[in-house]
């Protein structure tokens, strides 16, 4: 492999000046601060909504509703994370992975990455389903608020299939969590907010 060639085959990220090799991330060279701004800047559904939404909101919003449904502070924690290699892979959107073989295990080694840079094991099985139960409800609630076609919303909630709430859950007003009006910066600082609290408390 010549010099270009292996220099393409590895991820650099310049406000850190560190490279990374995609299928093996290292996790010291990880940075929250890295993590919050990659994520205040990833728009979900490929940015083509309006108002746009980042994946620090998401993932603050994440946390927020599990907080709301009486979840313990270890899963707001991993709520707020479960999509910070993101920070570092993009937001591909899912028709698109269902078409990249690898994807998977790609994805798996950053969030992996992502779990020892943190200090913290990876979700159970439990945990990780309680998580990606309210990961779903949000993003019906996304597709209900931000496809603006009725017919393409319908069609997306029915394939990907939103779980239904527990029925011992007392369900909160997402209205009431969720502001589609924030901005990157906005977006940034309340994840870090987030962060830091939660950590104090785990």
């Known amino acids: 492999m010549s ?3 292996e220099a393409y085959s590895k991820l ?4 850190d000046g560190v490279w990374f090799d995609p299928m093996d991330p290292d996790p010291e ?3 929250i601060d890295t993590i919050a701004h990659g994520l205040a800047t990833e728009f979900r559904y490929g940015g083509h909504t309006d108002p746009l939404v ?6 603050v919003d994440t946390s927020t509703l599990l907080q709301e449904l009486g979840y313990d502070e270890r899963l707001q924690f991993y709520g707020l994370h479960h999509d910070s290699s993101e920070a570092y892979t993009g937001d591909l959107q899912k ?22 840079f943190l200090g913290v094991e990876a979700p159970d099985e439990a945990q990780y389903k309680a998580v990606k139960d309210v990961d779903y409800q949000l993003f019906g609630y996304e597709v209900e608020k931000l496809f603006e076609n009725r017919e393409h919303a319908e ?18 007003d997402i209205d009431d969590i969720i502001d589609f009006d924030k901005g990157v910066e906005q977006s940034r600082e309340e994840f ?3 962060h830091e609290e ?4 785990i």
């Open 54 to 59: 980042n994946v620090a909101q998401h993932a």
């Open 29 to 31: 060279k990880m940075d």
């Open 198 to 201: 939660l950590v104090k408390r």
């Open 155 to 172: 069609e997306t909630l029915e394939n990907v299939g939103v779980p239904e709430w527990a029925v011992n859950d007392e369900i909160p």
């Open 12 to 15: 650099y990220i310049p406000s």
């Open 95 to 116: 028709p698109n992975k269902e078409v990249i073989p690898s994807v998977d295990g790609f994805e798996d080694a950053w969030q992996e990455a992502v779990w020892d």
């Open 3 to 5: 010099d270009s060639q």
């Open 192 to 194: 870090l907010d987030r």
